[in-house]
């Protein structure tokens, strides 16, 4: 938690104290009552109230309309084995599909082209995909390949079609490693209405980067899994 550079010597030590309370309670825990609290740290409801404002920013404290301002929950981070949609799909024992909702070819920015480790500036095919289990919406897709990794492929390509398979298949490309992470979220509007559901439903977004067998990073992923019929499976080793 990093203070903020325009903050005084007194509200710097407030957020030391509202930290050193904090650590010391529970992951859902309530914060004492505002005034209660102003009272025994010696500082106004308003001071107070900023500094609070700070940390629930922070993701430290989250409020609840009617209910108060509590501790926030813990962030798990697990390394899940990152499969292809298709390989997980077939998994869990359903068939498979997708269908291209879009597709252009595109100069990546700085933020993609870091993310893809190409220059800035260089062309990039962005294919958004509707992931199908046996024929239902399961996710939302959006891929970014660099163009030069795959020459030609265009988003009428994927319909149906596992990338991954296409890489090795066509352009000799085989995935041997990935980075993925994980977070429950809310859908928003446009993706709510690819999947059929409602906006605000809960859902679970993917982000993705994989390397191929030379090295280079052959994708970044996007992915927005419906709440209601995705589950995460962790295996436990026991140490």
Avoid: W
Avoid at 89 to 114: C, F, K
Avoid at 129 to 157: C, F, N, S
């Amino acid at each position: 938690m990093s203070a903020p550079p325009s903050e005084t010597d007194k509200q710097r030590r407030l957020r030391a104290h509202l930290g050193e309370l904090i650590a010391a309670m529970a992951p859902g825990e309530p914060l004492p009552a505002e005034r209660d609290l102003a009272r025994d740290l010696g500082v106004a409801r308003m001071t107070l109230r900023r500094a609070v404002d700070g940390m629930v920013a922070d993701s430290l404290l989250v409020r609840r309309q009617g209910a108060g301002t509590f501790v926030a929950p813990a962030k798990v981070a697990h390394r899940l084995s990152a499969n292809s949609f298709s390989a997980d799909m077939r998994a869990r024992g359903l068939r498979p599909g997708s269908r291209t909702l879009s597709s252009s070819r595109e100069p990546a920015g700085v933020m993609l082209a870091a993310l893809l480790e190409v220059p800035a500036g260089s062309p990039v095919l962005h294919v958004r995909r509707l992931r199908l289990a046996d024929d239902e919406p399961m996710a939302v897709e959006d891929l970014h390949v660099p163009g030069d990794l795959v020459p030609g492929l265009t988003g009428a390509d994927l319909e149906d079609r596992s990338y991954y398979e296409l890489l090795a298949q066509r352009f000799g490309h085989r995935i041997v490693s990935g980075t993925q992470t994980a977070e429950a979220a809310l859908t928003g509007a446009e993706d709510a209405a690819a999947l059929g559901i409602a906006p605000g439903a809960p859902a679970f977004c993917f982000e993705r980067t994989c390397r191929v067998d030379g090295g280079r990073v052959a994708e970044f992923v996007r992915s927005v899994y419906r709440g209601d019929r995705y589950r995460i499976m962790v295996d436990i080793f026991p140490s």
